[in-house]
């Protein structure tokens, strides 16, 4: 028995498995804003691989169960690293401490002080970045930035 499998591929994307729309809330750290608050900004971005795991962790006759995200974002023009980011708030940039969702989030202002209710809001499919790879200078259909977080 044979089974067929057609898969839709916008040329656009990367691959076909790379057609999820994120949002990449960014903080500029308190540190280096005027206001001496964290400042954040969204970006929004398509044709992204999104993806998540369970991780268990088993610890005498306790079962632990918590989720391990990978996002994966073809090379994109408007990155910039943090210290160039910084300066200007021009794209986008990846940092441990922002956040990546899975979907479009319909909120305009993100602040210090809504920052944890928009995430619950878009939990499960959120996550705090706690890895980056640039993965860009290799391959280039393949260019991309790998994203890990919990």
Known sequence: MWW???VKWDKKQMLPTF???ITILNKLKATHSTTKLDVWKKTVLHNCFFSTQAIRNISGSTV???SNFICRIPKNEEYRPYNE???DLE????STGDYIVK???VEDIITPNNIRSVIEKYK???FEIRFFKDNTGTVEFLEHYHLEGV
């Open 124 to 126: 499960p499919n959120a």
């Open 4 to 6: 067929l499998v057609v």
């Open 64 to 66: 632990s169960v918590g």
């Open 103 to 105: 979907g479009e989030v």
């Open 91 to 94: 794209g986008f940039t990846f």
């Open 85 to 87: 980011w910084m300066q």
């Open 19 to 21: 057609d999820y729309t």
